[in-house]
């Protein structure tokens, strides 16, 4: 099990790469995009269509790190004050929960993948980039963040400790 629990972490670290060079990629775009504006009274028809694909990679792609990271957002006033095995009995029914809740999103967003791939759709940008490729990486985000999940169930189920923070990241601050 611990294999699968890394190669978890190994693909959300790689998610969380994709959603850096996103970030990196939307900065520069956007700056490019005021540069050109102002100075030149020209603006990219591209620029909106790959900002807004970008931005989702950044918001999705490294969510599955981030949850290992122990950065998403949890009240931790109440886990605090739970005794520890009535913590992480609440922790891992959330935990069972966001996977049918981001399951059920994961196969909507791979169901729409192989239909916009079937159907050939293009964004109604003048790039008419063709729907599925940014789907793509969404629906991989979705992915790694169901994956992330459910490594963190089993990692509670196993005892372990499930976030690799360092307590102000884990679960937040009051």
């Given at each position: ?150 490594a963190r169930l089993v990692r509670l189920l196993r005892r372990e400790v499930p976030d690799l923070g360092d307590g102000m990241a884990s679960g937040g601050v009051e």
């Open positions: 099990m611990t294999p699968l629990l890394r190669g978890i972490d190994a693909l959300c670290t790689l998610g969380a790469w994709v959603a850096a060079v996103s970030a990196a990629l939307l900065a520069l775009i956007l700056i490019v995009e005021v540069v050109v504006t102002s100075f030149f009274n020209w603006s990219q028809p591209w620029a909106v269509e790959y900002a807004i694909y970008l931005q989702c990679f950044v918001l999705f792609c490294g969510a599955g790190w981030a949850l290992r990271q122990g950065g998403h957002i949890r009240v931790a006033v109440l886990m605090q004050t739970l005794p520890p095995a009535a913590a992480r009995l609440l922790d891992m029914a959330c935990c069972v929960f966001a996977i049918g809740v981001i399951g059920f999103a994961t196969m909507t967003l791979w169901q729409q993948l192989i239909r916009s791939y079937d159907f050939a759709s293009t964004s109604y940008y003048p790039m008419a980039t063709p729907t599925w490729i940014p789907q793509l990486l969404l629906t991989l985000g979705f992915t790694l963040l169901l994956l992330g999940f459910c």
